[in-house]
């Protein structure tokens, strides 16, 4: 059973940082692509920042330059380091994995908020 575990969540100043992490379980981590997505009230749930297996990258035009995510497969951990965070990127962050065309996962969501 796939599970997914995002913690590291809270309220920041802007301008501050926060660490996300997503521990995960029932996968063989190190080949799967990860991602993080985030979701703030009223809107849709959208990519923050995406890592593959082979360590590719990609950033969402709004975070780049701000946000790392990395992965540490001996912990079967994917991290999102968010600094300068922004009132705008309050929302709720998930982690995410697709296993296979018809097999996605997603975690239970951890709340960032940040005050101007």
């Known amino acids: 059973q796939v599970q997914l575990v995002e913690s590291g969540g809270g309220l920041v100043q802007s301008g501050g940082s926060l660490r996300l992490s997503c521990a995960a379980s029932?996968?063989?981590?190190?080949?799967?692509?990860m991602a993080w997505y985030r979701q703030a009230p009223g809107n849709q749930r959208d990519l923050v920042a995406a890592l593959t297996s082979g360590g590719s990258t990609n950033y969402a035009d709004s975070v780049k330059g701000r946000f790392t995510v990395s992965r540490d497969n001996a912990e079967n951990t994917v991290y999102l380091q968010m600094n300068n965070l922004k009132p705008e990127d309050t929302a709720v962050y998930y982690c995410?994995?697709?296993?296979?065309?018809?097999?996605?996962?997603w975690g239970q969501g951890t709340q960032v908020t940040v005050s101007s």
């Open positions: 029932g996968i063989t981590f190190s080949i799967y692509n």
């Open positions: 995410y994995v697709r296993k296979g065309a018809l097999q996605t996962y």
